[in-house]
C-alpha cells in the first residue's frame, strides 16, 4: 500500500506541475520488466473509436442523407518500434507507425504516420539494499515527432494521418519496483507547430500510472496491470483563429497484460474512458497488442 501511496504523491506533483502529452510511445514501452535494459524491436496495433454527439452535428447542420446525425470515427495504427541503449543510463525509442483512420463524413485515409525519435536519460537508481526493498528509477527526456504523415488541408484535420509540421516532446519517467510489485508512471508535454496549411494542433498533455504484479512459472513471466491515464488539449488553430469541436479532457482506466516468453513479450492493454469532456466527441474505447523481441543488451 505504501508502494501504491508513494508513486501517486510523486505522478500528482508531476501533474500540477507539468503539463502532460499522450505519447503512446513512451507509455507503452518503457517499464521495469523482464527485458530491462535489452535493445527491444516490436510491432503495435493500435484501435479507439469516437461517436460524435448527435446535438453537435445539428447545429453543425451535418445531417446525413437518411436523416441519422450519429458519426463515428475510428483510428488504426500498425507501429513499429525499437528500444536500444547505447549506455546503461541512456535510452532511445524510434517508432514508425502506418495509420488507417476513417470517419462516417470524411472517408478513410491511411498512409505512413508521423515517426517518433525520443531520447530519456537516467537521473538517479536505488537499488534493493538494507532496510530499502525498493528498485527505484528516474528518467528525463525529449524528442521529436517528424511530419512524415500526409495532412491535406479540409474535412477533419484529426482524421488526417500526420500532423503536418514538427512536434518537440519532452517528458519524465519514474519506475519503482519493490519483490514482484512494480509502478512505471510517466508526464509528457508535445509542443505542436503550425503546419504548411495555417493548421495548428494544440499542444497535447498526459498522464499515465500503472501498476504491474509479477508471476513466473519456469521461463514463462505473467505481469498483469491496472492504472489510469489523464490526457488534456486546448483548441487546435486554424489562422490562428479557434476550432470548434477541438481539444477536451479525458480519464480513462487502463487494464494490461504482458506474457513474457525468454526473449519475446505478447503484450495487451484495454482503455474504457471513466470521465471525458471532448468538445464534440465521446471516446467509446481503445486497446493495444503487442509482439516484441529482445535481442541484446546495451553497452
Not at 436523416?67 to 500498425?78: A, D, K, Q
Not at 538494507?130 to 511530419?147: A, C, H, K, M, S
Not at 491535406?152 to 519517467?173: F, I, N, P, R
Request: glycine share 10%; proline share 3%; aromatic share 14%.
Amino acid at each position: 500500500m505504501k508502494l501504491i501511496k508513494h508513486a501517486l504523491l510523486l505522478c500528482t506533483i508531476a501533474w500540477a506541475a507539468t503539463p502532460l502529452y499522450s505519447c503512446d510511445l513512451c507509455n507503452c514501452y518503457f517499464q521495469l520488466n523482464p527485458h530491462d535494459r535489452l535493445t527491444s524491436i516490436g510491432f503495435q496495433y493500435r484501435y479507439s473509436t469516437y461517436h460524435e454527439h448527435a446535438e453537435a452535428m445539428i447545429m453543425a447542420k451535418q445531417i446525413h442523407p437518411d436523416g441519422t446525425t450519429g458519426s463515428y470515427e475510428n483510428y488504426r495504427t500498425y507501429d513499429l518500434w525499437a528500444t536500444w541503449y547505447p549506455m546503461s543510463k541512456l535510452v532511445i525509442q524510434a517508432s514508425v507507425p502506418f495509420r488507417k483512420n476513417s470517419s462516417t463524413s470524411d472517408g478513410t485515409f491511411q498512409s505512413i504516420g508521423d515517426m517518433t525519435v525520443v531520447g530519456q536519460y537516467q537521473i538517479f537508481e536505488t537499488l534493493p539494499r538494507g532496510e530499502n526493498p525498493f528498485q527505484q528509477r528516474f528518467y528525463v527526456g525529449t524528442g521529436v515527432q517528424l511530419p512524415t504523415g500526409k495532412f491535406e488541408k479540409g474535412g477533419d484535420a484529426h482524421v488526417q494521418t500526420g500532423v503536418g509540421s514538427t512536434s518537440y516532446l519532452v517528458m519524465a519517467s519514474y519506475l519503482m519496483r519493490k519483490g514482484l510489485f512494480g509502478i512505471s508512471s510517466s508526464v509528457n508535454y508535445a509542443f505542436n507547430g503550425e503546419n504548411s496549411s495555417s493548421y495548428r494542433f494544440a499542444n497535447r498533455t498526459n498522464l499515465q500510472l500503472t501498476a504491474t504484479y509479477q508471476k513466473s512459472v519456469g521461463n514463462t513471466i505473467l505481469r498483469p496491470g491496472i492504472g489510469f491515464q489523464v490526457e488534456s488539449a486546448k483548441k487546435d488553430r486554424q489562422d490562428n483563429t479557434k476550432i470548434s469541436g477541438t481539444g477536451g479532457t479525458g480519464v480513462l482506466g487502463v487494464a494490461s497484460v504482458d506474457l513474457y516468453i525468454d526473449r519475446m513479450n505478447i503484450s495487451g492493454q484495454f482503455f474504457t474512458p471513466v470521465k471525458q469532456a471532448y468538445d464534440h466527441m465521446k471516446n467509446r474505447y481503445r486497446f493495444a497488442l503487442g509482439l516484441s523481441y529482445a535481442f541484446t543488451k546495451g553497452m
